[in-house]
Structures are given as C-alpha cells and as structure tokens.
C-alpha cells in the first residue's frame, strides 16, 4: 500500500467516523452530553461516536485511529491501539493531575 492509497483510505474513515457520531446524536441527542472515560486516549469524552471494543470503549477520536489502523493494517485489535497509545495516556493522566495542582493551589 503506497501513502497515496493510505491517505485516501484515512479520509474515508474521517468521513465514515464522523457520520457514526453524528447518526448516534441523531438518535439520542444526550449521548453528546454523557461523557465516558476512553480506555484508549484516558479522556473523557462524549458518548456519541464512541464504540465498544471487548471489553473497551474507545471515544470518536481512537475509533478514528483504531479503524485507520486496521485498515492500513497498522493495528490488528483495539488491544494493539491502547498498548500504542500508552504514552499520551499517561500524558493525559499527568496533564489532568497538573490541572487539578492548579485548581487547588488558586
Ligand atoms: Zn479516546
């Protein structure tokens, strides 16, 4: 597969996750209210666009990257994504414990 055939594929998926999320307010308006906390990035986000994988939910933005990856054949399980994401996770975890120092200390 050359970049050429990767982009293409990625903007498809743009497109395709960004439609499962609107379809999912559009059936329940609340989803993009309740907020989850996603096994993949650790952030919270909305429900709507979010998919179950096993036994994780990944929000609308690592769906993006989980799909991506399966389709360019980068990931073969959501399992694989998370292991890769492992960093910005724990960045996310440090960053949330900065803001909560902040929040405390003003
Ligand atoms: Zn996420």
Redesign the pocket.
């Known amino acids: 597969m050359n970049k050429e055939e990767q982009l293409k594929i990625i903007e498809d998926m743009q497109a395709v996750v960004e439609q499962m999320r609107l379809d999912d307010i559009e059936e329940d308006p609340s989803l993009a209210e309740e907020m989850f906390e996603?096994s993949?990035?650790g952030?919270t986000?909305p429900l709507a666009g979010s998919i179950q994988y096993s036994k994780y939910r990944?929000?609308n933005?690592?769906v993006l990257l989980a799909e991506t990856g399966f389709a360019i054949g980068k990931f073969k399980n959501a399992e694989e994504l998370i292991k890769a994401m492992e960093d910005t996770r724990l960045k996310e975890m440090c960053d949330y414990i900065k803001n909560q120092e902040k929040l405390e200390n003003n």
């Open positions: 996603c993949c990035c952030k986000m990944l929000c933005n690592c």
